[in-house]
């Protein structure tokens, strides 16, 4: 049994109240786990950010994994702690491997949560999130997890009802986690997608009135959708249509095609200047590009990623397929032809000037009304919440 003993003297009575102020004001202590691809990383970011700024009422460590992205972005923003974590999708010997594994980070997570007097957790789902959660929960610490998915990640629908809270990028994933308290907040996104006022884009030379096609392949980029716009390229250059074609940097053909209209890259850092620009996106369905397309009201032909984890990618497209704010192929069945055909009924392109048709005008519409601004304030206010 721990007493508090407390003298009674007008100076021990100074004393306390000072400390009890210093208590009330020194920052927070909060966990942020967070790990590999930017679908996870980049929005946990947007959060720390704001929990971090202005008043700094909040002292954010990160806990991610080795030689994933959050050991290039985040060390020059927060102390970086990393724990050796795999994802579940193991057979045989291999599942027992990674159960130890997991039994490991969890006391070294413990470990960490308790040395460093952490007084709750954040996270962004993915495996990072099960010994993060496992080890807040053990000592009673208050956890909030964001599920970017429609379909939410296995780790969120086993061990959402133990958080405290679980945030949503979509409506639709509460469905998936009836015994979880969920709330929608959207998912974050980078600072440049809340602004209003349309960004120039100067280093792409772009005639005003031409219509424009954004092909967004996600933070790997795809392969195969890069094959298929170039494939119909030739036809949509004709209508005097113009590509920014974003490849990743592991498409081998990307300097293959060579045209006027054209203007290829791996990655583009003004995304949301070009996608105000666009007149149609092509583009896979991860929860982050869906999210920054709804923020810039960008029709979108949407071609999920056929071995994402659990197919989720197609349940994010259904989302906006279903709103009317895009529309969805599956790779398998997209042939050339298709694409090539679809481009040009929803722009409508008669010459070399922009020419959308009623139906592109309403997707863009549509688009809008999946728009959460200001998600990441969203979150801050949640975590706030609970600690």
């Not at 958080?163 to 979880?180: K, M, Q």
């Not at 994402?308 to 398998?332: K, P, R």
């Not at 519409?365 to 206010?381: D, G, T, Y």
């Amino acid at each position: 049994m721990v007493e508090t003993i407390v003298n009674d003297s007008p100076d021990s009575t100074l004393t306390a109240n000072a400390n009890a102020v210093v208590a009330e004001t020194s920052p927070k202590r909060l966990l942020l786990a967070a790990s590999g691809t930017g679908g996870h990383v980049f929005p946990a970011i947007a959060v720390a950010e704001q929990l971090s700024e202005g008043q700094a009422d909040y002292r954010i460590e990160w806990l991610g994994v080795p030689d994933r992205l959050e050991t290039q972005l985040v060390p020059d923003r927060y102390p970086l702690h990393t724990v050796t974590a795999e994802g579940f999708q193991k057979r045989g010997l291999d599942s027992l491997r990674v159960a130890f594994k997991l039994i490991a980070s969890i006391w070294q997570v413990r470990r960490l949560l308790q040395v460093g007097r952490f007084q709750g957790v954040f996270t962004t789902g993915g495996y990072i999130a099960a010994p993060a959660v496992l080890a807040a929960r053990s000592l009673g610490l208050p956890v909030i997890l964001h599920e970017s998915n429609a379909l939410p990640g296995k780790v969120t629908r086993f061990l959402g009802p133990w958080c405290s809270a679980v945030a949503l990028g979509f409506e639709a994933a509460a469905a998936y986690l009836p015994r979880t308290k969920t709330v929608c907040t959207g998912t974050p996104v980078r600072s440049q997608f809340q602004a209003t006022v349309p960004v120039a884009l100067p280093d792409l030379e772009i005639p005003a009135e031409a219509p424009l096609i954004v092909v967004v392949g996600g933070s790997q980029g795809a392969v195969g959708v890069n094959r298929l716009v170039r494939q119909c390229a030739p036809a949509w250059f004709d209508m005097g249509i113009w590509i920014v074609h974003l490849t990743g940097e592991n498409d081998p053909d990307a300097k293959t095609l060579q045209h006027p209209q054209y203007i290829v890259l791996p990655f583009y850092d003004h995304m949301a200047g070009l996608l105000q620009r666009a007149d149609l996106a092509i583009s896979r369905s991860g929860a982050g590009t869906l999210t920054e397309l709804a923020m810039t009201h960008t029709p979108s032909i949407l071609i999920p990623y056929p071995f994402a984890a659990e197919d989720h990618q197609t349940y994010n497209a259904t989302v906006f397929s279903q709103a009317g704010a895009a529309t969805l192929f599956q790779q398998a069945d997209l042939t050339p032809e298709v694409l090539q055909a679809e481009v040009l009924r929803l722009l409508g392109s008669k010459g070399p000037h922009r020419h959308p048709s009623d139906e592109l005008k309403q997707m863009a519409q549509q688009a809008a009304s999946l728009a959460v601004p200001h998600s990441a304030e969203q979150l801050a206010k949640l975590v706030r919440q609970w600690l």
